[in-house]
Structures are given as structure tokens and as C-alpha cells.
């Protein structure tokens, strides 16, 4: 047992490893800044000074228009900034770019504990690096780094169920289009790479557009993390770690029953090196 742990704990400092540390915490930031940075470049475009002026007549609708059009300037931008950070480090770390994938390969048996602290330390370290740098370039306005926050008529309780339905979906995509089965020889080219990038960025995408008034659609607690860490607004934290980690591991679970363990040949053919991964 402990020179099974010490075998890890070895393995998770490697050359391999450090580059996929590396790989994941490029990825977390493309996909955080993406993310935060389209809401405040939303709120902007509707604030700025190019902003038509305020009609009392019309406000109302003039608002819902503004959030209407915010909610698709930010789901797709959520989208894509996936589909590039999962596909950029598809091959490195598997792309996970999210502490609630990674948990779920953990729980899965397709990643080593000690190397998911050390995924977990980098995508909660590039989700604050890249707040801090939205932060400084949009010269620090007031509440430039929104947070991720609940529908003021939900409860933590519901909008933790919402969070872990949501990621329940998200993870059993990433679970789904990374399982090497599906692929001739246990190795995938990279147009299934890209094709299964793509069906995660989308899913996410679809996501926030169905709940994102609600709970602002997180599915990822470095998402969340980040903006709370360089804002100093901790509140609802609970919600964005507990929600999408039980979803994830209800996933992971969900995978793994109804398409059984991964098979020897998918678990010789990772391309991970030392990281013991399976995913996209």
C-alpha cells in the first residue's frame, strides 16, 4: 500500500506529469478568460459609452433585450473557449480544464489521486491569473470580474441541484466522446480529437443558455473560483464546488456502469505518459 502510494506520488512529479500540469493550466486559462472576459465585455458593449441612452417608455424590454443578447454573447464564447482549451491539451493532459472532470476521472480509476491535487492546484491557479489580468486590462472598474451568482428567487439547495445536473451532462459528454473504444485500435486521430473537443464546448454552450439566469450555469469551480478570489465575493462559493463535483462523480458512475470498465487496450494506448487518462 505505501510503496503503491509512494509509486503516485513519484509518477505525479515526473517530466510527463509537469507538462501536463503545464498543458492544464494553459487550457483553464483560455477557458476562464473566455469566459469572464465575454461577461465583461458584455456588460460593457451595453454600458459604454456607445450605449444607446436609457428611454423610460421602452427600459423594460431594452433590458431583457441586453441580457437576452449577453446570455449568447456568453454561452458562446463559453463554447468555443472549451472546444479550444480541451483540443489544445487533448493529447498533453487531456484537457479537462475543470476540477469537476478531473475529479470524475479520479473517481473513476483513470487518474491518480496525488496528480489530481496537482490538476486541481493549476486550474484554480490560471483561473486567478486569468481574472487578475481581466481585472488590470479593463483598468480595474468596479466589479470589472463578475462572479458567477444565483437567481435571487432560488435557494443554495436548488441551485446546487441545478450545478450538479448541469455537470452531470457536461462530464458524461467528456466521458462519452473521449472513450478511446469508440476509436479503430484504441487511438483516436485528430479529427476525432477535435470532433469530441467540439461536442464538449457545445454541450457546455447549450448549457449555459438553459440555465444560465438561474445559476449562471458554472459546471466548473475554478470558473467560479477564480472571479470570487480577485472580486473578494466568497458568497455561494459552497453552491459552485458541491453541485458540480456530485454531478461529476454521479457521471463518472453513470460512464462506467453503462459502458462498462475501459478496456486493456484503451488503458495501454493513453497518450498521457505518466498520467494515468483516458480522456479526450
Not at 507538462?19 to 456588460?43: D, M
Not at 443578447?69 to 487533448?90: E, H, N, P, R, Y
Request: glycine content about 10%; proline content about 4%; hydrophobic content about 55%.
Amino acid at each position: 500500500m505505501a510503496s503503491n502510494l509512494l509509486c503516485k506520488l513519484k509518477r505525479s512529479v515526473s517530466a510527463a506529469s509537469l507538462r501536463s500540469y503545464l498543458a492544464e493550466f494553459i487550457s483553464t486559462f483560455l477557458f476562464v478568460f473566455a469566459a469572464v472576459g465575454s461577461a465583461i465585455s458584455a456588460r460593457m458593449a451595453m454600458s459604454g459609452p456607445g450605449a444607446p441612452a436609457p428611454d423610460a417608455t421602452s427600459s423594460a424590454g431594452a433590458s431583457a433585450a441586453s441580457d437576452a443578447a449577453s446570455l449568447v454573447a456568453t454561452a458562446v464564447a463559453q463554447a468555443f473557449g472549451l472546444f479550444a482549451a480541451v483540443l489544445i491539451a487533448a493529447d498533453v493532459s487531456g484537457g479537462h480544464a475543470n476540477p469537476a472532470v478531473t475529479f470524475a476521472f479520479a473517481i473513476g480509476g483513470h487518474i491518480g489521486v496525488p496528480t489530481a491535487v496537482f490538476y486541481w492546484a493549476s486550474q484554480m491557479l490560471a483561473s486567478v491569473f486569468a481574472c487578475l489580468v481581466l481585472h488590470y486590462i479593463s483598468a480595474g472598474q468596479a466589479r470589472a470580474v463578475p462572479t458567477t451568482r444565483i437567481n435571487v428567487h432560488m435557494t443554495g439547495f436548488g441551485a446546487a441541484i441545478i450545478e450538479a445536473f448541469l455537470t452531470f451532462m457536461l462530464v458524461y459528454t467528456v466521458h462519452a466522446a473521449g472513450d478511446l473504444r469508440a476509436a479503430a485500435g484504441g487511438k483516436r486521430g485528430f479529427a476525432a480529437t477535435a470532433l469530441g473537443a467540439l461536442a464538449v464546448g457545445m454541450v457546455a454552450g447549450a448549457l449555459v443558455l438553459s440555465a444560465g439566469p438561474m445559476t449562471g450555469a458554472s459546471m466548473n469551480p475554478a470558473r467560479s473560483f477564480g472571479p470570487a478570489v480577485v472580486s473578494g465575493d466568497y458568497k455561494n462559493q459552497a453552491v459552485y464546488w458541491a453541485g458540480p463535483m456530485i454531478g461529476a462523480a454521479v457521471a463518472a458512475l453513470a460512464h462506467q456502469i453503462l459502458a462498462g470498465p475501459p478496456d486493456a487496450a484503451a488503458q495501454s494506448s493513453s497518450r498521457h505518459g505518466n498520467v494515468e487518462t483516458v480522456v479526450v
